[in-house]
């Protein structure tokens, strides 16, 4: 991005690279970009990051952007800066540097989101001085199953609250016991999203060292699904049930209806901690391999039709 020597846009952005990429991206989708869009300065300028050009600049480049994306239909509440991965994963010598960019993009346009995915060392107590400037929490799902704590503080503070695992290899994690499991693991913790470490890597088909954690495959054009991506699928599915459930329990309450969904409300708690109460207390990255954690394909289907009937019955009440 060509900018003067006082940091204003001094040119035309190239964005044939971005706008290929976009051009592939379905609407609906969620973009996370490491920083800003690089600024080319005038030959024989470079401002020190402390200079007032140097912040005229990264705020003309985030304007920029965020009005490019705009036009291509992606507003703020559609992307965010991602600008290190796993921050407290090392201790704390990365929360410096993470803290300088929140504050510097926060002073330069406020819309822009701020994403950081927490794992590792993170207690709630670390979390205070980032509160008004992440956007979006995805912590690590392993250290909300260890520290209640943790999940309290996000639910209350964070403006968007997700998780993830990257335990692994994925290759070796079971369909049911974790990838469906997954999706009522997300209903008990109430968070809006989860996701996991990696839909598709590299195009493979074997094992690599390091692990194989891709859960579909290429083979040309076509992409090749896998049972674990398949279960994940179901495990969305049951996250709607769920939802849908929840919402005609509301429903039911505001209508006078406050045995029925009573009874609903037991049902939905019941179903969500015989599928992954259990799971949620016993089985994380370091236990994962020495306990038995699947669940059996019945049990999933048992609790279904259950939830199926009482949305029915919640629906047809008088």
């Not at 040119?11 to 920083?35: C, K, Q, T, Y």
């Not at 703020?76 to 929360?95: L, R, S």
């Not at 179901?234 to 009573?262: K, N, P």
Request: proline share 6%; hydrophobic share 40%; with cysteine.
């Amino acid at each position: 991005m060509p900018v003067d020597a006082t940091g204003r846009l001094a040119g035309e952005p190239d964005w044939a690279h971005v706008d290929a990429s976009l051009a592939r991206v379905p609407g609906h989708f969620f973009l996370l970009w490491g920083a800003p869009p690089a600024r080319r300065w005038p030959e024989g300028v470079n401002p020190s990051e402390d200079s007032e050009a140097w912040f005229t600049g990264f705020k003309t480049a985030i304007d920029a952007l965020a009005n490019h994306l705009l036009e291509k239909g992606f507003p703020y509440d559609q992307w965010a800066f991602y600008p290190i991965d796993e921050p407290w994963n090392t201790g704390f010598q990365e929360i410096p540097r993470l803290k300088a960019f929140c504050e510097t993009v926060k002073r330069a346009n406020p819309q822009a989101q701020l994403y950081t995915d927490p794992a590792g060392l993170v207690r709630a107590e670390y979390l205070a001085e980032f509160k008004d400037l992440i956007d979006i929490w995805q912590p690590e799902l392993n250290i909300l199953k260890r520290d209640p704590a943790l999940v309290t503080w996000f639910q209350e503070n964070a403006r968007h609250f997700w998780t993830y695992e990257a335990m692994g290899p994925g290759r070796d994690l079971l369909p049911l016991g974790h990838y469906r499991a997954l999706g009522w693991s997300a209903w008990k913790l109430g968070v809006e999203g989860l996701g996991y470490w990696v839909y598709r890597g590299m195009d493979i088909w074997w094992p690599i060292e390091g692990g194989d954690y891709a859960i579909v495959y290429q083979n040309g054009e076509e992409v090749v699904p896998s049972r674990r991506w398949e279960a994940d699928r179901d495990g969305v599915e049951d996250y709607r049930a769920l939802h849908l459930l929840a919402h005609e329990i509301e429903v039911a309450r505001q209508a006078g209806r406050s045995a029925q969904a009573d009874e609903a409300q037991q049902l939905l708690d019941e179903a969500v901690n015989t599928l992954v109460g259990w799971h949620m207390e016993n089985v994380d990255e370091i236990t994962v391999m020495t306990k038995d954690y699947d669940i059996e394909l019945d049990v999933f289907q048992v609790w279904r039709a259950r939830i199926a009937a009482m949305i029915q019955r919640l629906r047809t009440a008088p």
